[in-house]
Nanobody, 124 residues
Framework: DVQLQASGGGLVQTGGSLRLACEAS????????MGWSRQAPGKEREGVAC??????????YWIDSVKGRFFISRDNAKNTVYLQMNDLKPEDTAVYSC???????????????WGQGTQVTVSS
């Protein structure tokens, strides 16, 4: 079965850091570009970042406010994609989920499976 297990969220003060991890199983992880999206209460889901599947990886970030603060990476040996989040702000509060993506900005479920997400709460 395809699984996308996100972890690493929590409650942090403004200016703090968190590192999210999403461990994948049940499919050929290194064949997919992988990314993180987020959904804040009462708002639509928005794509955050995507990293390609090639050995020489390419990354894209889709929210201007996270550029220079968030960094996406992957470890294909561990079937895991990470999101390092620095200098967190209250507006970063959301449920963060991993999924497949395209560098053009589409985020989609892997064989119908969307990661359950991890809650990030940034207090002011």
């Amino acid at each position: 079965d395809v699984q996308l297990q996100a972890s690493g969220g929590g409650l942090v003060q403004t200016g703090g850091s968190l590192r999210l991890a999403c461990e994948a199983s049940g499919f050929d992880f290194d064949d997919f570009a992988m990314g993180w999206s987020r959904q804040a209460p009462g708002k639509e889901r928005e794509g955050v970042a995507c990293i390609s599947s090639e050995d020489v990886t390419f990354t894209t970030y889709w929210i201007d406010s996270v550029k220079g603060r968030f960094f996406i990476s992957r470890d294909n040996a561990k079937n895991t994609v990470y999101l390092q989040m620095n200098d967190l702000k209250p507006e970063d509060t959301a449920v963060y989920s991993c999924s497949a993506c395209t560098l053009g900005g589409d985020f989609y479920a892997v064989f119908g499976i969307w990661g359950q997400g991890t809650q990030v709460t940034v207090s002011s």
